[in-house]
């Protein structure tokens, strides 16, 4: 009887031998990434900003339109934004399809801003101003988003959840002053 010739490396140890030598490579080359990638989930955890909402709590669309309209009346200027206080929580409201007020934050301050939306399920995509924030606007729940701002300007904030025939048109203005 002819011996067939084998492919599995006769040097390999223990159960390494049931593998040829090109399996092995590929079997420590995901061992190895399997490791760096939980290292750096975890590294990331601890060493990066995150963007979610630190608070939430249950509301009504009457109760928070209320809420923000007051707090709108109070501090809203001459510009007709809303110039939050260094200290004082902000509010923002989510409809079909806008978003108010317009708030103006100051750099260097971390302010949290509690949203919530009166109608459908919206978005609050926020792009520069420090942060990146990127947030699901649901009614019922007022959610309180933490950041800081760093760099004075005007931006941009987007809807990014289909909310009606309207949706692309939803926006909103943040603005960062000194
Ligand atoms: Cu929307």
């Not at 949290?112 to 009614?139: K, T």
Request: charged share 15%; with cysteine.
């Amino acid at each position: 009887m002819a011996t067939v010739e084998s492919s599995i490396s006769p040097q390999a140890p223990g159960w390494a031998r049931r593998f040829p030598a090109d399996e092995r490579i590929f079997l420590w080359l995901v061992l190895t990434s399997v490791v760096v990638m939980t290292a750096f989930t975890i590294g990331w955890l601890f060493f990066a900003d995150h963007n979610t909402p630190t608070a939430f709590y249950r509301t009504t669309p009457t109760a928070f339109g209320a809420k923000t309209q007051a707090f709108a009346a109070k501090y809203q200027g001459a510009d007709g934004r809303v110039h939050v206080p260094v200290g004082t929580d902000a509010y923002l409201m989510a409809y079909r399809f806008a978003f108010f007020p317009v708030l103006s934050v100051k750099a260097g301050h971390p302010v949290r801003i509690w949203m919530s939306s009166l109608d459908a399920l919206h978005g609050f995509s926020l792009v520069g101003g420090g942060q990146n924030i990127n947030l699901e606007i649901a009614p019922n729940h007022a959610y309180g988003a933490v950041f800081t701002p760093t760099k004075p300007g005007r931006y941009l904030i987007v809807c990014n959840e289909y909310c009606g025939l309207q949706h692309e048109r939803m926006q909103g203005e943040l603005y960062v002053e000194r």
